[in-house]
């Protein structure tokens, strides 16, 4: 790459919460970014961000599920910005229920938007990372990933989402492509919020009720996300591959 050249980094879910901090970081650090979310005119807010601030970013929408629209959305970043050597596989969605009360619709929903998502992301951007000799993925696990009552989907599917990112790792090390897990803990978002409404809670007494069980005494922001994810996408971090970063505000394990 010429100094002069602007990595192109694909963010999804980037209309809101932590996609959307995440895409204002990665075009602060010179990245242009594509803002995907399901739908477009959503997207319009990040964008402005970015392009308020300077940056360069297009709205992209594409639900990450469908396999051609996945197709499509990349081919339309890689004729709009170029072709793309940064991905962070964002976009997510709940259905919480306890097992014995659990659809197969909701089982397939979370399994579809996270895995499915991931995995058409990823094979879609990876042969641009390969011709670039440059690549790096970011995919959004959880805490839940260690098991987390009413969430037996979403477990599931963050838990297979590291490993996922440690067989990416393994696959595309030779081609100067590193991936890597995110794992956040308690984050302030449109997700949690409605996770409050769903067990009756005002949204902030959640939060501070959450925020005692936490080690650092307060619930996480999406630019903490933000700040773990920039760093693994950075050019520095080309030696750091295949790990899982739980940012929680204290141990999890
Ligand atoms: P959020 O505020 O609900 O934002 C998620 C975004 O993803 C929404 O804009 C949503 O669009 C979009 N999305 C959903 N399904 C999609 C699809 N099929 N294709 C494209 N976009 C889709 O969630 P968040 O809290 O920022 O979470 C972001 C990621 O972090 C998720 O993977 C989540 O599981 C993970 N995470 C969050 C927390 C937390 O505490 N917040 C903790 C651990 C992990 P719509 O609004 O149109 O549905």
């Given at each position: 790459?010429?100094?002069?050249?602007?990595?192109?980094?694909?963010?999804?879910?980037?209309?809101?919460?932590?996609?959307?901090?995440?895409?204002?970081?990665?075009?602060?650090?010179?990245?242009?970014?594509?803002?995907?979310?399901?739908?477009?005119?959503?997207?319009?807010?990040?964008?402005?961000?970015?392009?308020?601030?300077?940056?360069?970013?297009?709205?992209?929408?594409a639900d990450?599920?469908d396999?051609a629209q996945?197709?499509?959305?990349?081919?339309?970043?890689?004729?709009?910005?170029?072709?793309?050597?940064?991905?962070?596989?964002?976009?997510?969605?709940?259905?919480?229920?306890?097992?014995?009360?659990?659809?197969?619709?909701?089982?397939?929903?979370?399994?579809?938007?996270?895995?499915?998502?991931?995995?058409?992301?990823?094979?879609?951007?990876?042969?641009?990372?390969?011709?670039?000799?440059?690549?790096?993925?970011?995919?959004?696990?959880?805490?839940?990933?260690?098991?987390?009552?009413?969430?037996?989907?979403?477990?599931?599917?963050?838990?297979?989402?590291?490993?996922?990112?440690?067989?990416?790792?393994?696959?595309?090390?030779?081609?100067?492509?590193?991936?890597?897990?995110?794992?956040?803990?308690?984050?302030?978002?449109?997700?949690?919020?409605?996770?409050?409404?769903?067990?009756?809670?005002?949204?902030?007494?959640?939060?501070?009720?959450?925020?005692?069980?936490?080690?650092?005494?307060?619930?996480?922001?999406?630019?903490?996300?933000?700040?773990?994810?920039?760093?693994?996408?950075?050019?520095?971090?080309?030696?750091?591959?295949?790990?899982?970063?739980?940012?929680?505000?204290?141990?999890?394990?």
């Amino acid at each position: 790459m010429s100094s002069t050249e602007q990595r192109v980094a694909v963010v999804t879910g980037a209309a809101r919460g932590i996609g959307a901090a995440t895409a204002v970081r990665l075009a602060a650090e010179g990245r242009a970014v594509a803002v995907i979310d399901l739908d477009e005119s959503a997207c319009k807010d990040t964008v402005e961000k970015i392009t308020a601030a300077g940056g360069r970013a297009i709205a992209v929408g594409a639900d990450v599920s469908d396999e051609a629209q996945v197709e499509t959305a990349i081919a339309r970043v890689v004729e709009e910005l170029g072709a793309p050597t940064i991905l962070v596989n964002n976009a997510g969605v709940l259905r919480d229920n306890l097992l014995f009360k659990m659809s197969v619709s909701d089982w397939d929903t979370v399994m579809n938007v996270h895995l499915r998502g991931s995995f058409l992301m990823a094979r879609a951007v990876q042969k641009h990372m390969v011709d670039a000799g440059f690549g790096r993925i970011v995919n959004l696990s959880s805490s839940s990933a260690l098991g987390n009552r009413g969430q037996v989907n979403y477990s599931a599917a963050k838990a297979g989402l590291q490993g996922f990112t440690k067989t990416l790792a393994k696959e595309l090390g030779k081609f100067g492509i590193t991936a890597n897990s995110v794992a956040p803990g308690f984050i302030a978002t449109e997700m949690t919020k409605a996770t409050a409404e769903r067990v009756g809670m005002n949204f902030d007494d959640f939060k501070a009720a959450a925020a005692t069980q936490i080690p650092v005494q307060r619930v996480g922001e999406p630019e903490d996300i933000a700040n773990a994810i920039a760093f693994f996408t950075g050019d520095a971090a080309g030696f750091v591959s295949g790990q899982v970063l739980y940012v929680a505000g204290g141990p999890l394990n």
